[in-house]
């Protein structure tokens, strides 16, 4: 009986048990499938999230401690991703409608937002922002590679251009693509071109986006790419908006989409939005989820333009960099879209100034609101960076080089209060440089280059309107004004004058004594009474010379006849010849001891070329190079059996033949290249025309000559430098022989003011036979102030002794009009051609060579068509446009239909070239260049001006009185100057630890 009431028992427990399982079971079922969506959003109504709390950069300041970058707060716009797909009482997701109102808001107040899908809409025509980057960059006035070209085509376009302008050698074209690349950058130039694989950087990124969206076919058009996605299943937009309101949903959600961000991280879609739409945004809380208003530190320059080319700017991560930001296996880690330093210190030292970001775990309501801080890890600040510029002496140096810019546009005086300057008007004269250096060294005091631009509006993303303002106003003139490239140390120009030093050098370092004397005549004349003259600038305008000649007076008075004696050893105006034959060698060995042949220092800290010595064998594979771009665009259809698109390889054959010429001992002769050219079946119109170029323009001038000798010992020929160079070079002249490396660092201290490093610059003593031959140049320099050009400037009552030289260095060629097909046509009648005829010429050759390039087109396609691993989209949508009707076009623009143009001008006119077109435009006018080191004994700074255009050199030395005058405070009274030097004393005190006891000087 007992164990029967215990077997119940049990039974019963079973039965409980095993229908409270089925309980449990049913409920599970019933929650999770019939009422899913209402738990999970009960759920999501009470999520703990871990929000980013972005850290603020870290400040730069000037070697006083003042603040030249810095932080200030912004409300933002954030939208969150898992926050947007809420669904309505429908159980539809809202995200598309929450997008669409954000946008339409935004635009409603005037609010910038971010706006990077990269699909545009353009008068009912669709576009991917990847290809109009490709134009963009091929069509830049330093570019101008022709639109047809790919990328490994281009690669080498530029890297020919390069060799012409002597940045390049024949020889570095030879290197592996990866060390030529490595080359061009070295260089200053960065083709986005991947030439691992031969595409543009935008090219690949266009791959990478449509197949971010399973989209396999590169190919596919614009449009169709937006209709694929705008219909996908994960977005799935109502069919009854229009591709513009599609558009604006597929801003936020591929922004989203494309940070990589996990659903709790918000992305930022705008920035410093005003009071107004703060409200309308918090009001509309209900109906925007997922959309809040935070605060961000974001970078902030309270000097506006003041250094700019310095510090330079912030932007979006390149997506070129992106590899180098996210895959690092050490330091600071970033997310993809992340703001970082693009150019400048910003660039240069990101990792020091970059913070690390803190989080906040928080509970979230519904509405996205927080109603419970659960953790918060703070964030660290980035540390500071001290740059060795003084930002007093900054502002009067840019302050100094616009005004006299101004000055120079109309002419008029010069308001200083070291005393004013009356100046000639010279209206070319838009742009300039100073660069101001401790001579002992190598600190950079003041760089200025004009124009500059605020790097404010950048921090935000730069607004289409403000970037165009940016752009250079003539973009067919590579002179032309360019606020975004720093001329102190991205401007490469022949110094003139100011390089006579070194030929100086290079002779008395040599045994040639100071007091070696000429008669001067004022000119040379190499081939006789009618051959170019070789004159000084004095006789040039008014057919006088020096006279007796000495080194010191040679520097004074700058004549180019004892330097053309001294640098050749030969004194072809009679008398004795110098005792030391330097020649060209000589002078380029010490052009590279002076430093010229090398960056300064400061490619390490902001953006910087070099320019470079005169290369004697380098100067034979430019000409040959440049004939051969002359030829290959000159020459396409100029033979009588062939043409360069019907037998390329036949075509490239004989223009090499004509570049062989080149090598040829003794030079071929205007005769001797008709002959050549009939023979090898040139059109017989054409013969004359090419062999008086292909003689006259390259073949004469391929060789090296007494003629170059001459020029590179003045400081023109094949001599180009920025102005950092040559105030590298002026301070080792100044400072005894000491080439000292530039920086514009001078220590970084960490957030916790715990460690302070120390930027310490190298010194080299450079290998001259006997450094006290300086003085003597030292000497001439000071007379330059006292009795030469300078006279008028410093002046023997000048306070401070200066010693200085100044220059002015000739471009050769005419300035390009701003539209050119306008400037062409306006001339037709004077070229003997109608205008009618030759616009007619010009469609029907612009027509031919796109039915050439469509040709080629058609025949890549099929070649691609035959490929057995071609992937079915791929082939599918190349059988489309071959069905379409490939038909390729070239660019619309000013400068592809002013070639044309021009081509056809030829064609209608024989006699007719470039030099006679280009007859009706202005020339440019000569570079203004001054160097000089103060106190001239024993110097602590070293000035070089440069101003493009700007005529007269004494404009250049100008610009150096002004910048000594703030050096020195020559301006102001003694107790001015203590005022000034107990406030930047207050300032280092304020900044609570002993920097002076760590500092360099």
């Not at 990589?260 to 992305?267: D, I, R, W």
């Not at 004349?525 to 040039?540: Q, T, V, Y």
């Not at 042949?597 to 430019?622: C, F, H, Q, W």
């Not at 020339?923 to 110097?939: G, L």
């Amino acid at each position: 009986m007992e164990e029967k009431k215990k077997v119940d028992r049990l039974s019963i427990i079973k039965n409980l048990i095993l229908v409270a399982f089925v309980v449990i079971l049913v409920k599970i079922l019933y929650m999770t499938t019939f009422k899913y969506e209402h738990y999970t959003e009960l759920a999501e109504n009470k999520t703990y999230k871990q929000l980013l709390i972005k850290a603020p950069r870290g400040e730069i300041r000037d070697r006083y401690g003042r603040l030249l970058a810095g932080n200030k707060n912004l409300f933002t716009v954030q939208v969150s991703g898992d926050g947007i797909k809420r669904k309505d009482s429908n159980g539809k997701s809202m995200a598309n409608d929450i997008c669409l109102k954000l946008i339409n808001l935004l635009e409603k107040n005037n609010e910038e937002y971010t706006d990077e899908f990269p699909i545009y809409i353009k008068d009912g025509k669709y576009y991917y922002t990847f290809d109009k980057n490709i134009r963009e960059y091929k069509n830049d006035k330093d570019n101008n590679i022709p639109q047809e070209l790919d990328a490994k085509e281009s690669f080498y376009y530029l890297v020919d251009k390069l060799i012409s302008e002597g940045v390049l050698t024949q020889d570095d074209r030879n290197l592996e693509p990866s060390k030529l690349q490595k080359k061009l950058n070295e260089n200053g130039y960065y083709p986005p071109i991947l030439v691992s694989k031969w595409l543009f950087t935008e090219e690949k990124n266009k791959q990478d986006w449509l197949e971010s969206y399973g989209i396999t076919d590169a190919n596919i058009t614009a449009k169709k790419a937006f209709n694929k996605i705008r219909n996908s299943k994960s977005y799935q937009i109502d069919k009854s908006l229009s591709d513009l309101d599609a558009r604006k949903i597929l801003v936020v959600r591929d922004l989203i989409k494309s940070q990589g961000y996990s659903q709790y991280n918000p992305v930022t879609i705008a920035k410093d939005i005003s009071q107004e739409t703060i409200s309308q945004l918090e009001e509309s809380a209900i109906e925007l989820p997922g959309v809040s208003v935070a605060v961000e530190p974001v970078r902030y320059y309270p000097n506006t333009t003041l250094a700019s080319h310095i510090l330079g700017n912030m932007g979006k991560m390149p997506s070129g960099q992106e590899d180098m930001y996210l895959n690092r296996e050490e330091g600071k880690t970033y997310s993809k879209g992340d703001i970082v330093g693009i150019s400048g210190i910003e660039k240069s030292y990101e990792e020091q100034l970059r913070g690390v970001d803190g989080y906040q775990k928080v509970q979230v309501d519904a509405l996205g609101r927080i109603t419970k801080e659960l953790e918060v890890s703070e964030p660290q600040s980035g540390d500071n960076v001290y740059l060795s510029i003084d930002k007093d002496l900054q502002e009067d140096t840019e302050n100094a080089l616009k005004g006299v810019l101004q000055a120079l546009k109309v002419g008029g005086t010069y308001k200083s209060k070291y005393g004013d300057k009356t100046l000639n008007a010279a209206p070319n004269a838009e742009s300039g440089a100073v660069v101001a250096i401790d001579a002992k060294t190598g600190d950079v005091l003041s760089m200025a280059s004009y124009p500059n631009y605020d790097p404010n509006k950048f921090v935000n993303g730069i607004s289409y309107e403000d970037y165009n303002a940016l752009q250079p106003e003539n973009k067919n003139d590579v002179l032309a004004a360019n606020p975004q490239v720093n001329l102190a140390t991205q401007g490469v120009f022949q110094p003139g004058s100011t390089f006579k030093m070194v030929t100086g050098m290079a002779a008395i370092d040599n045994g040639l004594s100071p007091n070696y004397a000429i008669q001067d005549t004022g000119v040379i004349r190499l081939g006789g009474p009618s051959s170019r003259p070789f004159a000084d600038l004095i006789w040039h305008k008014s057919r006088s010379n020096h006279g007796y000649t000495d080194l010191y007076k040679a520097i004074q008075e700058s004549c180019n006849v004892y330097f053309y004696t001294i640098g050749s050893g030969k004194n072809y105006i009679g008398g004795k010849d110098p005792s030391v034959k330097v020649g060209a060698e000589g002078i380029i060995e010490y052009a590279k001891k002076f430093g010229l042949d090398d960056y300064t220092g400061l490619i390490e800290e902001i953006s910087e070329r070099k320019g470079s010595v005169p290369n004697m064998e380098a100067k034979l594979e430019t000409t040959k190079t440049l004939l051969r771009e002359y030829l290959t665009k000159e020459m396409a259809n100029d033979f009588t059996d062939i043409s360069k698109s019907k037998d390329s390889k036949e075509y490239e054959k004989r223009i090499e033949e004509i570049v062989s010429w080149a090598d040829e001992t003794k030079t071929v002769g205007r005769v001797e290249a008709i002959k050549r050219l009939t023979e090898m079946k040139v059109k017989e119109d054409r013969v004359e025309t090419l062999a008086d170029e292909i003689v006259f323009s390259y073949l004469n001038f391929a060789k090296w000559s007494t003629a170059d000798t001459f020029n590179i010992s003045i400081g023109q020929g094949e001599n180009q430098y920025t102005p950092a160079q040559m105030a590298r070079y002026v301070a080792a002249i100044g400072n005894g022989g000491n080439l000292v490396e530039l920086s514009v660092v001078d220590r970084v201290i960490s957030n916790d003011y715990n460690n302070v490093d120390i930027d310490e610059n190298k010194v080299e003593k450079i290998d001259f036979n006997n450094p006290e031959k300086l003085k003597d140049l030292i000497e001439g320099m000071k007379r330059v102030c006292t009795q030469g050009s300078g006279k008028g400037i410093f002046g023997p009552s000048y306070p401070i002794s200066v010693a200085a030289k100044t220059g002015t260095a000739e471009k050769s060629g005419k300035i390009p009009t701003e539209n050119e097909v306008e400037y062409l046509k306006s001339h037709m009648s004077s070229y003997g051609v109608s205008t009618d005829e030759a616009v007619s010429l010009a469609e029907k050759m612009k027509k031919e060579r796109e039915r050439e390039l469509t040709e080629e087109r058609i025949k890549e396609i099929e070649e691609e068509l035959e490929r057995k691993d071609l992937k079915e989209e791929e082939r599918k949508s190349l059988e489309e446009e071959l069905e379409d009707g490939v038909n390729v076009k070239l660019e619309n623009n000013d400068k592809v239909n002013a070639s044309y143009l021009r081509k056809a001008i030829k064609e209608l006119n024989p006699n007719m070239n470039d030099e006679k077109i280009d007859i009706y435009k202005s020339s440019y006018e000569p570079f203004a260049w001054a160097v000089a080191v103060a106190p001239a004994d024993d110097p602590e700074i070293a000035v070089v001006a440069m101003i493009p255009q700007g005529e007269s050199s004494s404009n250049a030395m100008l610009l150096i009185r002004e910048v000594l005058g703030s050096y020195f405070d020559l301006g102001n009274n003694k107790d001015e100057k203590d005022n000034k030097n107990d406030e930047n004393t207050d300032t280092i005190e304020k900044e609570n630890i002993n920097f002076v006891s760590q500092m360099k000087k």
